[in-house]
C-alpha cells in the first residue's frame, strides 16, 4: 500500500530533550515536505527537500533540522524543543519531481513539549 | 496580509443544499491550486486540482480565476458526509506550498 510513515504519532517530551520524528514513504517520490499545524495558523511549511541531500526552509525553520539522505526518509529533528513546538507535525510527499503534484500525507505527529 | 486566505466559516448548512467556498491568494506568480478536505485534524487528503478551465468531480466543481487570484469551490446536494474542513493550497514553485486556514463545513440533517 502506498503510504507516508510517521513515527511517533504522539509524543510528549519535555525542554531542551532532543527528539527526532521519522518520515517514510515507499512511493519513490522525489519532494518531501514537513508541516506543522496550529489553530488558527492553518499548515505552515517547517523545511522541504527536492531531492537526496537537498533541503530548503519552508515559512517557520527556526528550531528545526532535517536531513535527506535516502529518497524514502526525510527525519525531522528538534536539537532543543521547546513548548512552542507543540503542534501537529505533517510530513508530505509528492508524486511528480517538480513538486507540483499531489501532497500525501502522514498521519500526523502530535507533538506535545513541556 | 496572509498570502492565502480563506473564510474560515463556519458554514452550517442543510442537507441538500449548495454552499460556496472561495480563497484568494496574492502571490501572482502561483502555479498550482489545489482543494483539500481535512477530518477533525487527521491528515488532509486531496480534494479535487483546480484547473484555468475549471474542474468538476461529480457535485464539486472548481474554478480558477487567475485575473482576480481567487479558487472557488462549489458543493452541490450537501451530504452529512461533507462535514470536513477544506483547505486552499497555492504552490508558487516547485517546493513551496502555501495553505489557507480553512473553512469549516457542517452539513445538518
Known amino acids: 500500500e502506498a503510504q507516508v510513515t510517521q513515527n511517533p504519532r504522539y509524543l510528549i517530551t519535555v525542554t531542551g530533550k532532543k527528539l527526532t520524528v521519522t518520515c517514510s514513504q515507499n512511493?519513490?517520490?522525489?519532494?518531501m515536505s514537513w508541516y506543522r499545524q496550529d489553530p488558527g495558523l492553518g499548515l505552515r511549511q517547517i523545511y522541504y527537500s527536492m531531492n537526496v541531500e537537498v533541503t530548503d526552509k519552508g515559512d517557520v525553520p527556526e528550531g528545526y533540522k532535517v536531513s535527506r539522505k535516502e529518497k524514502r526518509n526525510f527525519p525531522l529533528i528538534l536539537e532543543s524543543p521547546s513548548p512552542n513546538q507543540t503542534s501537529l507535525y505533517f510530513c508530505?510527499?509528492?508524486?511528480?519531481?517538480?513538486?507540483?503534484?499531489?501532497?500525501?500525507f502522514g498521519e500526523g505527529s502530535r507533538l506535545t513539549v513541556l | 496580509r496572509k498570502e492565502v486566505e480563506q473564510d474560515p466559516g463556519p458554514f452550517n448548512v442543510p442537507e441538500g443544499a449548495t454552499v460556496a467556498f472561495n480563497c484568494t491568494y496574492s502571490?501572482?506568480?502561483?502555479?498550482?491550486f489545489f482543494w483539500y478536505r481535512q477530518d477533525c485534524r487527521k491528515e488532509p487528503k486531496l480534494l479535487m486540482s483546480v484547473y484555468s478551465s475549471g474542474n468538476e468531480d461529480g457535485r464539486f466543481t472548481a474554478q480558477l480565476n487567475r485575473a482576480s487570484q481567487y479558487i472557488s469551490l462549489l458543493i452541490r446536494d450537501s451530504k452529512l458526509s461533507d462535514s470536513a474542513t477544506y483547505l486552499c493550497v497555492v504552490r508558487a514553485n516547485a517546493g513551496k506550498s502555501t495553505f489557507g486556514d480553512g473553512t469549516t463545513l457542517t452539513v445538518k440533517p
Open positions: 508530505a510527499s509528492v508524486k511528480q519531481g517538480t513538486g507540483t503534484g499531489e501532497l500525501f
Open positions: 502571490n501572482s506568480a502561483s502555479q498550482s
Open positions: 512511493m519513490n517520490h522525489e519532494y
